[in-house]
């Protein structure tokens, strides 16, 4: 099961990927491990986030888990088809950024220097949380169908 699980977390995350524009990390819902971290994303430390997981894994509704502007942190749990759960953390950027400077106090919250910040900020294409949750809105009414 936990290989199958992995397999399974690899292909929600492509296809979360195709949908939303952005790279995910999918977690185990239950124990908030991370089974699959998208290539192109930052090196964060992404088990920081196991409580918040844990905690959206035990609902049905997406939610934002971490806002430190320019940066947003989106969860989404996923039921499978075995009825394990999977949690989806996409990260966006919320508005254009001009140097290191523009994400100093982001950089900290997530782990990583501000150059390191700016540079993946710089090869993304800022989008607002109204489009996020209604991307979202549109991908769960699919999932639900």
Known sequence: MPDALAAQAVTVGASLRHSMQTGFVVYEGAS?????????LPGIA?????????EVARGTTARLIEEEDPLLLQAIPLVTADKAVLVAAG???SRPVESP???VRAAQVFGLSPEQLFHWCRQ???VTIETITRMTDVLTAKLHA
């Open 91 to 93: 990260l966006y950027l």
């Open 46 to 54: 992404w088990s920081n986030f196991s409580e918040l997981i844990r």
């Open 101 to 103: 400077a523009d994400v």
């Open 32 to 40: 908030g491990r991370p089974l699959h971290i998208a290539s192109d």
């Open 124 to 126: 993304q294409k800022p």
